[in-house]
């Protein structure tokens, strides 16, 4: 099995292995920083746009989640008409997840299937429109939002570091925040070796 460096890697190959260690592990900081280093590459990379909003799908940054979706649906920026309509049916299915849609039926506990039937759900528009521009109007443009998710994932892997960020800082406070710069340990974070990514990779997909 060879074995590159993180900094030798590209953005896809950068994106699949922050997709198969978030299946694997959560939430990693080993992930935030493949994250961080796949959309300094290439902002626009849809797996790594992906991960990015399912990484931030938590603790104060759903809506940064939801607009991250958002964009990656606008754009179009999908390979493939499957893997368009996979990100639309996330998106949806997120909508149910952060109470924007209830199913008709009145069940709260849902199967994945369930979810194909879009016609059996009652969606807030309003509501989920609130809650995801309350949070895009404060930035004002998509180049300022995303720059502002980029540094946000860069927190949370600890590779950036700004000297106006507060402990009490919100998510959606902090990609306001536009002094960010990459520290010592983006740069050892650089360095490190993907042999236990590639094992972890190839452990899910032969699983499956």
Not at 23 to 33: E, K, M, V
Not at 116 to 123: K, L, N, P, W
Request: glycine fraction near 6%; include cysteine; proline fraction near 2%.
């Amino acid at each position: 099995m060879t074995s590159k460096k993180v900094k030798d890697l590209n953005a896809d190959e950068l994106a699949d292995y922050a997709f198969y260690l978030f299946i694997h592990t959560g939430r990693h900081a080993i992930g935030a920083g493949l994250i961080y280093r796949c959309i300094e590459l290439d902002q626009n990379n849809p797996l790594g746009l992906r991960c990015l909003s399912d990484f931030l799908d938590w603790r104060g940054s759903e809506s940064i989640s939801a607009l991250i979706l958002e964009y990656l649906i606008q754009n179009k920026l999908s390979k493939t008409p499957e893997n368009q309509k996979e990100i639309e049916r996330l998106l949806f299915t997120c909508k149910w997840v952060w109470g924007f849609s209830k199913h008709k039926s009145g069940k709260t506990q849902l199967s994945g299937d369930e979810f194909d039937d879009e016609d059996a759900f009652e969606v807030n528009t309003a509501g989920y429109n609130d809650f995801k521009q309350s949070t895009f109007e404060t930035v004002g443009d998509w180049d300022t939002f995303l720059k502002g998710a980029h540094n946000l994932i860069g927190c949370y892997a600890g590779v950036v570091s700004s000297p106006t960020l507060k402990e009490t800082d919100s998510p959606v406070n902090t990609i306001h925040i536009n002094d960010f710069s990459t520290n010592s340990e983006y740069v050892e974070f650089l360095e490190n070796d993907t042999m236990q990514l590639e094992r972890i990779k190839l452990q899910i997909k032969q699983a499956n």
